[in-house]
């Protein structure tokens, strides 16, 4: 549920070294105005594993501004994963007259909502801190958000390209494949309404705590590769762009397949690094930083 996906590096490995993004800031557009675009002429935004809590109150105040600037240009939403530290589509049941279970989220999530109803198109590939979201969105806010659990192919700027949060890139972590599993099904899923938000949330940040100990407190030198390793396999089955989260880490790496030119996307963080990917149709892709001013 909340073991990230990383394998640890061993000496001896032949790693990229660890990118640094420069203060950009926003980017600025594309040498045309906002208005008059059409639905299919903006942009489509990236973001991932923001990992809020509900307690962060200046952090998801920073992440609605960018989300308010970028709105005019912005057609899509793409969410990839771990938005919060714990998210499980509770069932609403007035009749239990139990409060909304995530009520310190709500400023990002009624955020979303304004979103949703000015037009915009949210997509959100669960991560490995998100559960069960097929219908959360749609019955507690009204708004239909395309949910994926796993990966998903999109057609961006004729191109194929394949979208996921990242967490199953290392087929060697067994381990945590077969803790996913386990978590991520149907009765886990039933014993989580069950036991409720409280207990559950206790429990998600333990793990989460856990989690962040063992593979984010340390920042390494050198990406690890099995994200690219992930990704090159991807472009071997037909993909031409493959765009990640999960690690933590922005990287943009372009790889060479039958004479076909391939891009790798992570989109990095949005906790740390506030980093983000942008889509400008028909064919600029730019990873970026937001630097609140």
Known sequence: ????????????????????????????????????????????????????????????????????SEKERMSHLVILGDLFEFLFGFKDNPARGKPFPFADYLPILEGLQRLFRQG??????????????HSFFSERFGMEVEVYPEGNEERLGGRRVFISHGDLSNPKLWRYRTFRRMIKNRWTYGLIERVGPGF?????????????QKNHAVIPFYLPLEFKNFAHQKFLEGFDMVILG???????VEERVDEKR??????????????FLRFTPPDRFELGRWEDK
């Open 262 to 275: 391939c891009l790798y996307f992570n989109v990095g963080d949005w906790m740390v690094h506030r980093s």
């Open 120 to 133: 915009i198109r949210i997509k959100y590939f669960e991560g490995n801190h998100d559960f069960f979201l």
């Open 1 to 68: 549920m909340f073991e990230d996906g990383a394998e640890k590096n061993h000496s001896g490995s032949t790693l990229s070294p660890r990118p640094e993004l420069g203060p950009k800031g926003k980017l600025q557009p594309s040498g045309r105005g906002v208005e008059g675009l059409t639905h299919t002429e903006k942009d489509w935004i990236f973001v991932s594993d923001a990992h809020f809590s509900g307690r962060e109150t200046e952090a998801m105040e920073v992440f609605l501004r960018f989300l308010n």
């Open 246 to 252: 999960h690690s933590h880490f922005p990287e943009e």
């Open 200 to 212: 559950s949330r206790r429990v998600a940040k333990w793990l989460s705590q856990r989690s962040y």
